[in-house]
C-alpha cells in the first residue's frame, strides 16, 4: 500500500496560477527581472489595509484558530494578527509567536546546498549516488543534487509509512521516531516514476536525501550547517531545526498551538510533535519575523552570488512539466505563482495544524510572510493563501 507524503499537504500555494555581515546588505535589493513587476510595468500601490485584514479575519474557509501576517517591501509595510495561539487559554495571538512552517525548511537546505556548490565542495550536476552509495540502488544512478533540490528525481511513492490524515491517526503516531536512512528506504522499494530531469514532482524525499548529501560532503548535520551559516550570521534567534536537539517534542517560548477536530467534535492539541519523520523536509520552527529576514536576506544576495541565486529563479525547461502536464512550478527550493500579473517567488510549509509561506517579488516591492493554524485535518490552506496574496496583489474582491 503506498502511504500518504511525508507532509500533510503538497498542494499548490494558490489555483488560477498563470503557471552579522549578511545583515548588513539586507534591504538592498540585486537588480529585479521583469517577470517580477505588475504586468505592463509599474509599482505596486501601498497595502490594503482593510483587504488584507479581511483576509485574515475569515477563519471559515479552512476552519481555523488563528492568523498572523506580515507585509512589508518598498511598497509599504502591515502587520497583523488574528484569533488566538491556544483556543484552551484563548490567549491572543501575537506576531512573533513560534509555529512549525513545514517545507519552508526546503528553502533553508538549499541554500546551504548552493553556499557548498559556490565553494567548490558540491557539485549539483554529480550522481547522488556518489555521495550516499548504499542507500540508492544503482538504477538510480542517474539522479543528481540538481534533479533532487528543483524536483525532477522521479523518486517512487513511500512505501511503508503509517497514515496520519485523521487526528485518531496523527496522535496515535504524532510521537513516531523515524531515522533519514528509514525514511529513505521506504522509496526506493519500486522503480523511478520517470526519467530524472523529464518530468517534476513535488517531493519531500528530494530534500532528505539533499539533506544527507550535505552531512556527507561537510561531516556535520546539515541542521548545524543551517545554524552557522544562515541562523546565527542573520541573527534568527527563534528559528530552530529539532533534529539538532535530539528531536525535542516541544515548541519553547510563545508560540501557536495546534489544535484538530476530533471525531467527535473536540479539539485535540498536537503542538508536542517527533519530527524526524519530516527530517530536512519540513521540521523547521520559526516566527514570521525570522523568515522575513531570511527572506529577505535571500532576495537581496546576502546569503548567495548572483550566479548561485539565479538558480533559486530559474525553472525547469519548458519541456519538463508536472505529472499533470502542467508548467513546472517548483526551481531550486522555491515555487513561484503569478496573481493579478505580479508574479511572487517563495515556498509554503504545512505541518499538522499549522499552515505557513513566505514569499515575495523579484524586486522586493513585496514581501509576505504569512501563518495560520488550521484546525481540521488535512485542510486545503488555498483558500487563506488566496486571500492574502489577492489583497497583497490588488486582485479586485479578494
Known sequence: MTSPPLSPSRRILLTGVASGA???????????HASSRRTGGGALPPPDAGALRAAIDEWGDPRSSGAQLRVSGSAGRWYGTSGVSDPATGRPLGLNDKVRAGSITKAFVATVALQLADEGRLRLESPVRHCLPELLPESFGSITVAHLLDHTSGMPDHVGLPEMRTTGQILRHRFDRWTPRQIVATATRGPLKFAPGTRQEYRGINYVLAALVIEQ???????????????????????????????????????????????DGSLADVTEFDMSRSFADGEIISTTGDLHRFLSALFSGALLPERQLRRMFTLPPKHVTMLDGTPARYSTGLQTATVGGVTWWGKTGEQHGYASAMFATRDQQRRLVWSFSPT?????????????????SGVPGR
Do not use: K, N
Request: charged content about 20%.
Open 22 to 32: 549578511a545583515l548588513a546588505a539586507v534591504g538592498t535589493p540585486v537588480a529585479a
Open 376 to 392: 481540521t485535518p488535512g485542510a486545503d490552506p488555498s483558500p487563506m493563501s488566496e486571500r492574502i496574496v489577492g489583497a497583497a
Open 217 to 263: 560532503v561537510t561531516g556535520r548535520p546539515y541542521g548545524i550547517e543551517v545554524r552557522d551559516r544562515l541562523l546565527r550570521p542573520l541573527r534568527l534567534g527563534h528559528t530552530s531545526f529539532p533534529s539538532s536537539s535530539g528531536y525535542d517534542r516541544r515548541i519553547h517560548g510563545p508560540h501557536v498551538h495546534a489544535c484538530l477536530e476530533a471525531a
